[in-house]
């Protein structure tokens, strides 16, 4: 329960807020109950006045924190605890915290000095002053934000300086700068006289040289050095030392045209290697970024070119459950062991089995990788080019195409031409070189993109992931061709048609029953009756046929594929829409799909076929209804569920309620 005010009277500002919580741990138990209730309160206070040219400001506020009060939703700044140095520490007591600011504003110079004070009883007791200031001169600009911290426990006493600085020097057309960023951390255990391990000290500068800010083309070259400490016989020891160098430019021609790119050299020294697990290092980095547009906009294209180099840890994963629904993965033991193993993990197609995620974490062993990344998008639409064509411009301003390409590529090969090649594929790479690489390619070819009446879709799909695990590769490929086709028989119905061919392809290392090359096809057919912008059903046909192919050879994994399972399904369906003004939306589907699968149920391939269902006759239905309740409160409730012939029927529901500020 929380009660706050505010009063302004003059040049003066003054608030206040109270608040009392109730936590009870055992909250049907009377057990315990004495530390129930919490309590809060602040109060702060602001002057501003004129004095000559300048805006004088002077404050001061107090804050109490009873040990029982607890926060729902955060309270104090992110900032707080870092600023105080309580990241690993927890206040058990009472708290007080007093401040004062003094401030000072004019066109030239603004000055604010802010002393606190924060006291937990024995926990904790600081001093913490934070001094900023802001000068601009005719050619100067200098920036600076400091903060110290002096504070003691029963276990330990703290001196935490940092600050940021900039400088600037403006000589026309050419800016002078320089800028560091400085944090000593020196926390000492009290009973032992000694610096703890979590005390650092690190020094981070550049000098650099640009064009001002308001210029339309921009350029920036700089030098950059970071010296990290750490603790070694009660003193901070130099580590590591790091220098960049580099640029960059923006050259902005048109608003058809612009490009951006930025080039820097990294270099990691190791002063002593038994102070950090890094190791030295020479690493590059180099983008460029392009957009341009030609004749009205007709085409369009946008390029994003990135290559580096540097040291990588080799990866591994896990899966670690989180609350139910809340997930990507669910688990299926295959084996029927009950023991959680990593090849039993597959992408939850129900929002009920999503209850683990994955996660990726580094190993100590390390690799010299060489970097690729590509993307360019085109977009061709001749309409653009003619306002009202004919003949045999007519026919070619129906068409329009988009393409999509996109490559990350990370290897070990020390090959500049190679590395340098954005097109070179998993299959011109040797295993023993490859880190990883994902590629894919999209082409979609429209004639009556925006037509009312007709229109159809043609695309080719290809996306492509290796990746090299502690274990070995993973490798997953997938391949399709789809055919949309869109008629609007009049303004209430509209038939649509999907038709799509593609194949699957799972390899791994380490994992055998994790492979798989699936070759698919679906045909798609679509009703709908729409009745103005309320109301819209739709009933839907939907036949599939999978086959994993058990004739192939793969030779960069060694590999003969031996699967013969194959698939049929059906499935008929309605679905429907209710919106009605200031009451919401009602959305609902209800289906019937018939499996006819001739191979084991309980396997990677079987889910992958089955699509998370089972093999005869199954049902799937669900309910979605959003609302927005006054002007920034929006509830939204679902309700799912599926039932087969063998297993028992599943259902799951929710409510989420969002606050939009």
């Known amino acids: 329960y929380t009660f706050s005010g505010d009063f302004k009277s003059g040049g003066n500002q003054l608030s206040f807020e109270t608040a009392v919580t109730n936590y009870d741990k055992n909250t049907f138990s009377s057990f315990d109950a004495t530390d129930n209730i919490g309590s809060a309160a602040k109060v702060d206070w602001l002057n501003e006045s004129k004095k000559s040219k300048s805006l004088l400001k002077v404050g001061a506020g107090l804050e109490f924190w009873n040990r029982n009060f607890k926060e729902i939703e955060r309270v104090r700044s992110v900032e707080f605890y870092r600023d105080w140095n309580l990241l690993s520490s927890n206040l058990t007591e009472d708290q007080i915290s007093v401040y004062g600011v003094l401030g000072i504003e004019n066109k030239a110079l603004k000055i604010t000095h802010k002393t606190s004070l924060l006291n937990s009883g024995t926990s904790f007791n600081g001093w913490y002053h934070q001094f900023k200031s802001n000068v601009n001169m005719k050619k100067w600009s200098i920036d600076y934000n400091g903060r110290l911290l002096n504070s003691e426990s029963v276990a330990n006493e703290t001196n935490f300086y940092r600050h940021k600085g900039v400088v600037k020097y403006d000589l026309g057309k050419v800016v002078l700068g320089y800028k560091d960023d400085f944090e000593n951390n020196l926390k000492a255990d009290i009973s032992t006289d000694s610096l703890q391990k979590v005390a650092y000290r690190f020094y981070e500068y550049e000098y650099f040289i640009q064009n001002p800010d308001s210029s339309k083309n921009k350029y920036r070259l700089f030098y950059n050095q970071r010296n990290d400490y750490v603790p070694i016989s009660n003193n901070l020891t130099l580590a590591t030392v790091g220098q960049s160098y580099g640029g960059s430019f923006e050259w902005y021609q048109s608003n058809n045209f612009n490009l951006k790119s930025t080039t820097a050299l990294r270099r990691l020294y190791i002063r002593d290697q038994s102070l950090t697990t890094n190791k030295a290092d020479n690493s590059l980095l180099n ?24 040291l990588e840890s080799k990866k591994e994963y896990t899966f670690l459950e989180v609350a139910a629904g809340q997930g990507t993965y669910t688990w299926k033991d295959y084996n029927g062991n009950g023991i959680k193993e990593i090849d039993e993990f597959e992408i939850a197609l129900f929002q009920d089995q999503a209850n683990f995620i994955k996660v990726f974490f580094p190993t100590n062993e390390y690799v010299q990788t060489f970097s690729n990344q590509f993307n360019q998008n085109l977009f061709l639409s001749p309409s653009l080019l003619w306002k009202n064509p004919d003949g045999f411009k007519k026919i070619v301003s129906r068409f329009s195409d988009q393409v999509a390409y996109r490559i990350d590529r990370k290897t070990t090969q020390n090959d500049l031409n190679k590395n340098l090649n954005p097109f070179l594929g998993e299959f ?40 090299l695990l502690t274990n070995g590769l993973e490798s997953r490929t997938n391949e399709s061709y789809t055919t949309k086709l869109r008629l609007n028989v009049n303004s209430n119905f509209s038939l649509t048609n999907q038709y799509i061919v593609g194949n699957k392809i799972n390899l791994s290392d380490f994992f055998n029953r994790r492979d798989y090359q699936i070759d698919y096809f679906t045909v798609e057919p679509k009703l709908t009756y729409q009745l103005g912008t309320s109301f819209r059903i739709a009933t839907f046909f939907k036949y599939q046929e999978k086959e994993n192919n058990g004739t192939l050879t793969f030779n960069d994994f060694g590999k003969v594929l031996t699967g013969d399972e194959k698939v049929f399904l059906s499935t008929i369906g309605l679905e429907g829409r209710l919106a009605a003004l200031d009451k919401g939306n009602l959305t609902a589907t209800v289906s019937y799909i018939n499996i006819n699968y001739n191979g084991n149920n309980n396997s990677p391939v079987a889910f992958e076929l089955l699509e998370g269902l089972q093999n005869g006759n199954n049902a ?14 929006q509830i939204d409730i679902s309700y799912n569920g599926r039932a087969s012939e063998t297993f028992k029927t599943i259902h799951s529901g929710g409510v989420q309620v969002r606050a939009f500020f």
């Not at 983008?287 to 906009?297: D, H, M, N, P, T």
């Not at 799937?620 to 409160?633: G, K, M």
């Open 428 to 467: 011109q790479i040797a295993d023993s070189n490859l880190i990883s690489i994902n590629n894919s390619l999209r082409n979609s070819l429209f004639f009556n993109r925006t037509a009312k009446v007709f229109g159809a879709e043609f695309t080719y799909q290809n996306v492509e992931g290796k990746t």
């Open 620 to 633: 799937t239905w669900s309910v979605f209804y959003q609302r927005t309740l006054a002007n920034n409160l």
């Open 287 to 310: 983008r460029i970024e392009y957009q341009l547009k030609l004749f009205k906009g007709m085409i369009r294209t946008q390029s994003f070119y990135e290559v580096g180099s540097g």
